[in-house]
């Protein structure tokens, strides 16, 4: 019996492009309420409201019609995973620094959790930071694979 340890794939720049793309698909946070309500997913992009039917809207959108403080931390953790995805292109050209990419996807995580754990405070509201998870787990995949390259 051969000993098989699972190892994470190389990081081309094809793969951490594709990964760190992905982080900006995945709903940043799931905000639920506890009055049995439609939650709603919040993405980088914008945001995906069900009810009274499938609602998408964008973030710009969300500038020009409300004054909510959770605004801003969510234009920060947006704009760092965008910083990511241009760090990460520079793969191509052989100018990435993987602690960089990493970084700016912990940074971006960071300010995410910040912004569903402020929209969990609110009466009968729960935020899961889920895009967190996924920021993270490709931050650590970045780094952890550059400090074996």
């Keep these: 019996m051969t000993d098989t340890v699972l190892r994470p794939p190389r990081p081309t720049p094809w793969r951490v492009l594709a990964a760190v793309l992905a982080c900006g698909l995945v709903p940043w946070s799931v905000q639920t309420?506890?009055?049995g309500g439609v939650p709603f997913l919040r993405f980088a992009w914008g945001g995906l409201s069900f009810a009274p039917v499938l609602y998408a809207r964008t973030l710009p959108e969300y500038l020009a019609?409300?004054?909510s403080p959770l605004l801003v931390p969510w234009i920060v953790a947006a704009a760092c995973w965008v910083l990511?995805?241009?760090s990460a292109s520079l793969a191509f050209v052989g100018r990435e620094d993987p602690r960089v990419t990493a970084g700016l996807l912990v940074l971006a995580g960071a300010v995410n959790?910040?912004?569903a754990v402020r929209f969990g405070l609110q009466p009968v509201r729960t935020g899961y930071p889920?895009?967190?998870l996924a920021l993270w787990a490709?931050?650590?995949?970045r780094y952890r694979a550059s400090a074996r390259e």
């Design 33 to 35: 309420f506890a009055d």
């Design 65 to 67: 019609l409300s004054g």
């Design 84 to 86: 990511a995805v241009a």
């Design 113 to 115: 959790a910040s912004v």
């Design 130 to 132: 889920v895009g967190t």
């Design 138 to 141: 490709v931050a650590a995949w």
